[in-house]
């Protein structure tokens, strides 16, 4: 697990007094998950690669700012997974990456608690609308 | 006052869809509305009416997106079901982040619609009891005296009588009767169940 500053590199300082929240996406070395890292390569503080059962247990800390799902995962599991999720932070933004059109998980991962759900390849201006508006 | 019985309200553009979903959920055993347009339905709708709304979300004039609005400002919590034809990921999102129960893409199986409804209409029925609930609350929180009020709020905090009576500078005895009328007036048993009482009117 690492984090990357702005430019993609590892490390990264942050200011001593100001505390910087983390994004944290769930997700392996799938396109989805490279897509979702492009997308956000402005941020800093990214934490990925990482599990699922990673990203619940790091969705407790108070500096998660928010979590990106990018793992192509059945339907069942992220169900699941967000109720989880949920349950240990109730007002943690949440974001679900899916396939194109598929409208029906997208309103499923609605249902079990997702903030916004954006479709793959996640546009560059989305994606960074939400987590900037999510971290602030 | 008489309660209503629940309906499911029908709002599409399309002629041959209504009348179709009427049957449908006619063949359920379910009460049915059927309107044409957003706004045939909104002038006849009252948020007092329990049910759910099945809803296109494509229609001339006022789509359905924008009724669910409307619905929204005027503090309906009916539970809405989306149905479309050319839905796609920012719509249903949208919906959903507005408070639609669900969204469903046509074509769909008649069964899928009345799980659907049938969920929908469970929803609206445990929420109105929730709401009934806590306006009977608030009714006999609005009974007690100021003093009973203050004893209430100290002893919910979980306040010893004798700690109460030195916060409110008052007997030990004065804070045991006061107290006995708050339990009275509120119809509560016990001391966990006031709290409870507390806990569902307090603000999220």
């Given at each position: 697990?690492?984090?990357?500053?702005?430019?993609?590199?590892?490390?990264?300082?942050?200011?001593e007094?100001?505390?910087?929240?983390?994004?944290?996406?769930?997700?392996?070395?799938?396109?989805?998950?490279?897509?979702?890292?492009?997308?956000?390569?402005?941020?800093?503080n990214?934490?990925?690669?990482?599990?699922l059962e990673?990203?619940?247990?790091?969705?407790?800390?108070?500096?998660?700012?928010?979590?990106?799902?990018?793992?192509?995962?059945?339907?069942?599991?992220?169900?699941d997974?967000?109720?989880?999720?949920?349950?240990l932070?109730?007002?943690?933004?949440?974001?679900?990456?899916?396939?194109?059109?598929?409208?029906?998980?997208?309103?499923?991962?609605?249902?079990?608690?997702?903030?916004?759900?954006?479709?793959?390849?996640?546009?560059y201006?989305v994606?960074?609308?939400?987590?900037?508006?999510?971290?602030? | 006052?008489?309660?209503?019985?629940?309906?499911?309200?029908?709002?599409?553009?399309?002629d041959?869809?209504?009348?179709?979903?009427?049957?449908?959920?006619?063949?359920?055993?379910?009460?049915?509305?059927?309107?044409?347009s957003?706004?045939?339905?909104?002038s006849?709708?009252?948020?007092?009416?329990?049910?759910?709304?099945?809803?296109d979300?494509?229609?001339?004039?006022?789509?359905?997106?924008?009724?669910?609005?409307?619905?929204?400002?005027?503090?309906?919590?009916?539970?809405?079901?989306?149905?479309?034809?050319?839905?796609?990921?920012?719509?249903?999102?949208?919906?959903?982040?507005?408070?639609?129960?669900?969204?469903?893409?046509?074509?769909?199986?008649?069964?899928?619609?009345?799980?659907?409804?049938?969920?929908?209409?469970?929803?609206?029925?445990e929420?109105?009891?929730r709401?009934?609930?806590?306006?009977?609350?608030?009714?006999?929180?609005?009974?007690?005296?100021?003093r009973?009020?203050?004893?209430?709020?100290?002893?919910?905090?979980?306040?010893?009588?004798?700690?109460?009576?030195?916060?409110?500078?008052?007997s030990?005895?004065?804070?045991?009767?006061h107290?006995?009328?708050?339990?009275?007036?509120?119809?509560?048993g016990?001391?966990?169940e006031?709290?409870?009482?507390?806990?569902?009117?307090?603000?999220?």
């Amino acid at each position: 697990m690492v984090a990357l500053d702005h430019k993609g590199s590892e490390g990264g300082e942050h200011g001593e007094t100001e505390r910087v929240r983390t994004i944290i996406v769930a997700g392996q070395s799938s396109q989805r998950t490279r897509a979702v890292l492009r997308a956000l390569r402005g941020f800093t503080n990214v934490i990925w690669p990482i599990s699922l059962e990673a990203a619940l247990a790091q969705s407790g800390s108070e500096d998660a700012g928010c979590l990106v799902i990018a793992d192509d995962l059945r339907e069942e599991r992220i169900d699941d997974f967000l109720q989880e999720a949920r349950e240990l932070r109730r007002n943690l933004p949440i974001f679900v990456i899916t396939d194109p059109d598929d409208v029906a998980e997208a309103v499923s991962a609605m249902r079990h608690g997702a903030t916004a759900v954006i479709e793959i390849p996640p546009s560059y201006a989305v994606l960074c609308e939400e987590v900037a508006r999510a971290m602030q | 006052m008489k309660e209503l019985s629940q309906t499911v309200f029908v709002v599409d553009d399309d002629d041959a869809v209504r009348n179709s979903l009427r049957l449908l959920l006619k063949s359920a055993g379910l009460s049915t509305e059927i309107a044409a347009s957003a706004q045939e339905f909104l002038s006849n709708y009252d948020t007092a009416h329990p049910g759910c709304l099945v809803l296109d979300v494509r229609m001339p004039g006022m789509s359905g997106l924008e009724m669910q609005h409307e619905l929204n400002v005027r503090g309906a919590t009916i539970p809405v079901i989306f149905i479309t034809g050319h839905g796609d990921i920012p719509m249903a999102v949208e919906a959903m982040q507005h408070g639609a129960f669900d969204f469903l893409q046509k074509p769909f199986r008649d069964q899928e619609l009345l799980d659907r409804v049938q969920r929908a209409l469970t929803r609206d029925t445990e929420y109105r009891a929730r709401l009934r609930q806590t306006d009977r609350i608030r009714e006999r929180l609005a009974s007690l005296s100021p003093r009973e009020r203050e004893v209430l709020d100290l002893v919910t905090q979980g306040k010893a009588n004798k700690i109460v009576a030195g916060d409110l500078g008052v007997s030990q005895r004065t804070v045991e009767i006061h107290r006995a009328h708050v339990m009275q007036k509120m119809e509560a048993g016990s001391l966990a169940e006031l709290v409870r009482m507390m806990m569902a009117v307090a603000p999220q």
